[in-house]
């Protein structure tokens, strides 16, 4: 699966909920979303810092 594929599948389920679920939810949801998604992309950079570290 490329990673443009999951893009236009996120975006994809996205606009179905949306549609299913109440606008101040989805912002509720997107908040949380994007924490989350901060949170993994900082992971993933201390995990490459760390790696350099090692060797």
Request: charged share 35%; glycine share 4%.
């Amino acid at each position: 699966m490329k990673a443009s594929d999951k893009q236009s599948f996120d975006e994809d389920g996205l606009l179905i909920v949306r549609n299913l679920v109440p606008r101040d939810v989805m912002e509720h949801l997107r908040c949380e979303l994007q924490d989350y998604q901060t949170a993994i992309e900082t992971g993933r950079y201390w995990q490459l810092v760390s790696k350099k570290a090692v060797r």
